[in-house]
């Protein structure tokens, strides 16, 4: 597991291409969404739950071999009344992490509204090239395992998902699938081409001299945590 530092260098890569991505977080409530965001953003973790209300826009900026990868991230609420709202965070998006818990079935299975797998579904229906990366959250808490690794592992190999289990308190994995993510999205479309839904270009929009956006993000590379 790669640490923190790993995951980020000082400065821009040595190309200095910089590509944005517009990536959401989903999943139902307490799942763990906002402590990874929390986690990859600001290297910490908070053991209360505060519920997200609406949805929180965070920036985290990674840099690949070749590649400057800035991230804008939106950390939606999970509770039920916010649903409705959630495709107003995710329109436009390249990519999204579906969170579930681990230590309850019932995030990951159909049983509810908002489980992992609706949230697959939904996503797709409506951006149907969207790069969704599954996150099995709390995997500190082995002990209390209620979703089987093989089970999630076969789910997002018959999907075509990106699978890790994840712990925002340990860290484990959380730098790692953010990379993982930047990795496989498209660096070399140009602007406009091929948009997804909200007219976003499905590939990286360069921002080559473009200023940094605010939003309580970070500087690029962990510079600024
Ligand atoms: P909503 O905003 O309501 O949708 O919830 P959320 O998905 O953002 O969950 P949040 O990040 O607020 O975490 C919910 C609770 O789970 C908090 O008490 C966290 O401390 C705890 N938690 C989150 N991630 C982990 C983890 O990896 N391990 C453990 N043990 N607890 C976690
Ligand atoms: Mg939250």
Redesign the pocket.
Known sequence: MAGRGQARTNGTAASNKICQFKLVLV??????????V?RFVKGQ????????IGAVFLTQTVCLDDTTVKFEIW?T???EQYHSLAPMFYRGAQAAIV?YDITNTDTFTHRKDSCAKKWVKELRQAIPNIFIALAG?????ANKRDVDFQEAQSYADDNSLLFME?????AMNVNEIFMAIAKKLPKNEPQGGGSSAGGRARGGVDLQDTAPQGGGGSKCCGGGN
Not at 27 to 36: F, I, T
Not at 137 to 141: I, P, Y
Not at 166 to 170: I, M, P, V
């Open positions: 999943g139902e409530a307490g799942v763990g969404k906002s402590s990874l929390h973790f908070r053991e209360s739950h505060v519920s997200t950390d609420a999970g509770q969170v959250n709390k995997a500190d808490l994840t712990s925002a308190k340990t």
